[in-house]
């Protein structure tokens, strides 16, 4: 694969929009792609816009290699900013070169003309609210074959094998209301909410890198003099700890209850996300994979915890480890850019990897 048919590809790609939920008209283009360019190998795709792509004839245990569709920007087009060294659009670092990459290594792998035991996947639902969407539907279809997954995100030299856990919550508070001067005194919903996210920041030992909350947004009210009626925020809890997951949901259930009928105060929360905790063995192959592959070509590597695609097949039972393809900053602003000279390296890591693991996968771990 040359770079230029990357940057070729990533630009037909970026211009296509994919925010989450809203991902199909570029799934759409990557399906007729790859139904055009790979010369054998089975391309399928759900209704969500969900690909995968099964080289190995449809039998025997296989590696799934993943990359996220969306993107966090609500944009239908875009366009690729360039400049010396870098192309910026939203998206283009996160995950779209992701993408790209394994498009191009998919088509070259098929122009190998014989079965690989390797499923491409590439998935819808990664970002802001999808709540891992896409990765759960491919675990389900895939569980029983997948010998492991191989998530593209991140740096060229970061890599993760533990995946951060959260729960997401709408939590409304709701009063009666009214007037600001006559009925000063009666249950204000706004102020009922900042005091309960004060009361939140004490209820646990938060620690960073272990536990954390995050109140994301914040609506409510209607006018300066009108005591809120309703107050609705979005929160955010993490930690790499399942059990305090759970304790945080039993500790809401508590707090629910705390405004039972009758108080002139309601609190209801709806859960709206979860992304299972958990973490790959630091001995797994898949592991080892990343680092002799680091080792063969002089590459960096620094391992961290993360919050992505793998946290579905970790929780799905199958064994999963994240690592990037390129270099770039800004993920998740309009001013994200992808580093130009780490395709290349991207191109050779892939390939690097791919070719290990077949290697050592050659004697039959692609047999039922």
């Known amino acids: 694969m040359a770079v230029d048919s990357v940057l070729s590809l990533l630009e037909e790609l970026v211009t296509i929009g994919a925010p989450t939920f809203h991902e199909k008209r570029r799934s759409d283009f990557m399906v007729a792609w790859l139904k055009r360019e790979l010369p054998m190998g089975e391309v399928g795709q759900d209704e969500a816009g969900n690909i995968w792509v099964d080289l190995s004839g449809g039998e025997g245990k296989v590696l799934l290699v993943d990359a996220h569709i969306d993107t966090v920007f609500p944009h239908e087009t875009l366009e690729v900013r360039k400049e010396a060294g870098r192309w910026h659009a939203p998206g283009v670092y996160d995950n779209t070169v992701s993408c790209a990459q394994l498009m191009l290594w998919l088509k070259r792998a098929?122009?190998?003309?014989?079965?690989?035991?390797?499923?491409?996947?590439?998935?819808?639902?990664?970002?802001?609210?999808?709540?891992?969407?896409?990765?759960?539907?491919?675990?389900?279809?895939?569980?029983?074959?997948?010998?492991?997954?191989?998530?593209?995100?991140?740096?060229?030299?970061?890599?993760?094998?533990?995946?951060?856990?959260?729960?997401?919550?709408?939590?409304?508070?709701?009063?009666?209301?009214?007037?600001?001067?006559?009925?000063?005194?009666?249950?204000?919903?706004?102020?009922?909410?900042?005091?309960?996210?004060?009361?939140?920041?004490?209820?646990?030992?938060?620690?960073?890198?272990?536990?954390?909350?995050?109140v994301g947004t914040i609506e409510g009210g209607t006018g300066i003099n009108v005591i809120a009626a309703a107050a609705r925020f979005k929160l955010d809890v993490r930690s790499l700890q399942p059990a305090f997951l759970e304790a945080f949901r039993?500790?809401?259930?508590?707090?629910?209850?705390?405004?039972?009928?009758?108080?002139?105060?309601?609190?209801?929360?709806?859960?709206?996300?979860?992304?299972?905790?958990?973490?790959?063995?630091?001995?797994?192959?898949?592991?080892?994979?990343?680092?002799?592959?680091?080792?063969?070509?002089?590459?960096?590597?620094?391992?961290?915890?993360?919050?992505?695609?793998?946290?579905?097949?970790?929780?799905?039972?199958?064994?999963?480890?994240?690592?990037?393809?390129?270099?770039?900053?800004?993920?998740?602003?309009?001013?994200?850019?992808?580093?130009?000279?780490?395709?290349?390296?991207?191109?050779?890591?892939?390939?690097?990897m791919m070719e290990r693991w077949l290697k050592q996968n050659a004697g039959g771990a692609g047999k039922e």
């Open 250 to 352: 039993r500790w809401l259930e508590g707090e629910l209850a705390a405004y039972p009928e009758g108080s002139g105060v309601a609190l209801l929360a709806r859960e709206i996300g979860y992304r299972e905790a958990g973490v790959l063995e630091e001995n797994h192959p898949l592991v080892k994979l990343v680092e002799e592959t680091h080792r063969e070509l002089a590459l960096p590597l620094e391992w961290q915890a993360l919050s992505t695609n793998s946290n579905g097949y970790l929780g799905a039972g199958i064994p999963s480890v994240v690592t990037g393809v390129a270099d770039g900053s800004g993920v998740h602003t309009e001013q994200e850019y992808l580093e130009l000279d780490s395709v290349a390296t991207g191109e050779r890591k892939l390939a690097a």
């Open 110 to 214: 098929a122009e190998a003309g014989r079965p690989l035991p390797v499923i491409g996947v590439f998935t819808v639902g990664e970002e802001g609210e999808g709540n891992l969407a896409g990765v759960r539907a491919m675990a389900k279809r895939f569980k029983d074959r997948a010998l492991g997954a191989l998530v593209l995100d991140l740096s060229l030299r970061e890599a993760a094998r533990e995946a951060i856990g959260s729960v997401r919550y709408e939590l409304t508070f709701s009063t009666k209301g009214g007037h600001s001067w006559n009925h000063f005194g009666e249950p204000n919903a706004i102020h009922e909410a900042a005091r309960w996210i004060g009361r939140l920041e004490k209820a646990f030992p938060w620690e960073r890198g272990l536990r954390s909350f995050n």
